[in-house]
């Protein structure tokens, strides 16, 4: 093996969506669509979860969805009632999905990074991240509510990022 | 069978104890290593098999690995990291540190099962 | 339609002996979905009945059927320890005490699919054999699309946790993408094949162990026979044969004899090969 400078293998629109579904197939169900886009995208509640990947490559996977979808996100996983789940459970099962996702986007990319401890805000109007660019997202549907997930790059959008998409990955 | 499972997140908790009953493991959890140590000092028995985490606050999952296995209590508890850490220098430090097989999240009932057979705890009698 | 609570029991029960496969309750809807077909093909009004008429029938390719519309696409490496650990501590030294290192050990993978199997056998040969014996083995199937995947060598994560040991995982891998690629180290030792089990099996070597598991309970007993006597002739004297664990040659060949080692058993080609098949003919 040569040692030389290594870019960091970013994950494309494909690969994002493969680690998204085997998060689904495992802990979830098949139903999960990739790449479908929910109609009514305006002015609504959503939930965020993110990890942050640090070290020689620097960015974050995030996670959108609605209150309704990370409820039922932790309904499945508790294998409770989306009634009976408490905040503090929405949190972590919501988390748990970034966590993984987001854990999945480290293992490829090939150079030395850490992952952080999941965040998750569960009321959110509105998301602006300072500094950094959308490389790639994807959106889905699941049982009738939104995702959408998205990997950013720390600082202003960066040429020499190894991406699989040759054609620029603007807003998806 | 006995297990602990030692993840900080109760989604992954509640998911590995569900698999390990349906396998038939009685099943303790901790939510990270430092807890994990409380957790076995307490109990009057050994488990089989410890599911562990890596990143975890206060203790994480190669620490915990790393004290168990020098401590002779502890010998026949097999260490199985479940984690999202999948970069080949980390699997090789888990090994090295003392961590007897790797999982990595996600993962289905089955590819559990299968660990947990190349530890030599067959759950559902012999494969045919 | 909807599948009955025995009914589930004996399907759960039936995929975790067989396949080491857990089905809890909530997992009605994937039995379902996935033995409605089944059901389909059988003629049968719906799952329930199918599930019935295989429970009290006795022909094992029914319930074969059943694991295998249940086996997710992930094959496992190393799939029954017991096999691989019977021909790591039996077989292998016994065939090694026969052959000198200059004689490279050919294992025949015939029912390679994906590849998992045969890498699985070179992964282990690796570890085990003494320096400078050589081993080649050569994986086959009829599907190219399979076989394409196993000479790519490339598997998903999931694939990836499916009875592979940590230890051979970063000794014969990397990473690629989101998944995993085989060494060319590895790849080096394996080759793969389009073959045709019930077709012609021309041009292929002399094996020193044929492993054949699950594959024959796809043909009708004609066919097996004849399967199985021309994979003899393939065979070195002193091979073994390794079929799945739920199968045997009894009752279909003359022309093997059945060794057990622990929790293996594998075929031994018998002595006088031409006579049985002379009985058979008459």
Do not use: C
């Amino acid at each position: 093996m040569t040692i030389e400078a290594i870019t960091p293998l970013l994950p494309s629109q494909e690969e994002l969506a493969e680690l998204v579904e085997d998060v689904w197939r495992s802990f979830l169900d098949d139903e999960i669509v990739v790449g479908l886009e929910s109609p009514d995208d305006s002015d609504r509640t959503l939930m965020v979860a993110w990890v942050s990947i640090t070290g020689e490559w620097t960015g974050h996977l995030q996670v959108l969805t609605t209150p309704a979808g990370a409820q039922g996100i932790a309904s499945a996983m508790f294998q409770m009632e989306p009634a009976e789940v408490s905040p503090e459970e929405v949190a972590d099962a919501f988390g748990e999905i970034a966590n993984m996702v987001g854990g999945g986007v480290k293992g490829m990319v090939g150079v030395h990074t850490a992952l952080s401890l999941p965040q998750v805000v569960l009321d959110a109007r509105a998301l602006i991240s300072p500094e950094a660019h959308q490389h790639s997202s994807i959106h889905a549907v699941w049982r009738g509510e939104p995702l959408e997930f998205s990997l950013w790059e720390r600082g202003p959008k960066n040429e020499k990022t190894n991406q699989h998409n040759d054609t620029a990955v603007g807003g998806v | 069978m006995y297990a602990i499972v030692i993840d900080d997140s109760s989604a992954m908790r509640m998911i590995l104890r569900r698999t390990l009953s349906s396998m038939g493991f009685k099943v303790v959890d901790a939510v990270n290593g430092r807890d994990a140590l409380d957790k076995l000092a307490n109990l009057d028995y050994v488990p089989d098999v410890a599911l562990i985490d890596w990143n975890m606050p206060e203790m994480d999952g190669l620490t915990f690995v790393q004290i168990v296995r020098d401590d002779p209590r502890y010998r026949r508890l097999s260490l199985l990291m479940v984690t999202t850490e999948s970069e080949q220098s980390q699997i090789v430090r888990a090994l090295a540190a003392g961590a007897h097989e790797y999982l990595i999240k996600p993962f289905t009932p089955d590819a559990v099962a299968e660990k947990l057979e190349l530890l030599g705890l067959t759950t559902a009698g012999s494969l045919t | 339609m909807s599948i009955g609570s025995p009914e589930f029991s004996f399907v759960a029960d039936l995929v975790r002996r067989e396949a080491a496969i857990v089905l809890e309750t909530g997992k009605e809807y994937l039995v379902e979905a996935r033995l409605a077909p089944l059901a389909r093909a059988a003629g049968v009004a719906g799952v329930n009945e199918f599930v019935r008429l295989v429970r009290q029938g006795t022909n094992p390719t029914h319930r074969w059927s059943i694991v295998e519309a249940l086996t997710t696409n992930e094959t496992s490496w190393f799939r029954d320890a017991a096999v691989f650990e019977g021909f790591r501590t039996e077989l292998l030294p016994r065939l090694l005490q026969q052959r000198s290192p200059g004689q490279p050990l050919r294992i025949w993978s015939a029912a390679a699919s994906t590849g998992q199997e045969a890498y699985s056998l070179a992964m282990m040969l690796t570890d085990e054999l003494p320096p400078g014996q050589r081993f080649e083995i050569l994986g086959t199937d009829i599907s190219k699309e399979v076989l394409d995947r196993a000479r790519a060598g490339q598997y998903s994560q999931m694939e990836m946790n499916r009875g592979l040991p940590a230890r051979h995982l970063v000794r014969f891998f990397q990473r690629h993408g989101t998944g995993w690629l085989v060494d060319d180290r590895l790849k080096s030792h394996v080759q793969f094949r389009e073959i045709n089990l019930a077709g012609s099996l021309i041009g292929l070597p002399r094996f020193d162990v044929v492993f054949m598991r699950n594959v024959l309970i796809y043909f009708d007993l004609p066919t097996k026979q004849s399967i199985l006597h021309r994979v003899r002739r393939l065979m070195a004297p002193d091979g073994y044969l390794i079929l799945g664990t739920a199968e045997t040659t009894r009752g279909i060949d003359e022309e093997f004899e059945q060794n057990r080692f622990g929790g293996l058993s594998a075929y031994r080609p018998t002595a006088d090969e031409p006579a049985a098949a002379l009985r058979r003919r008459a």
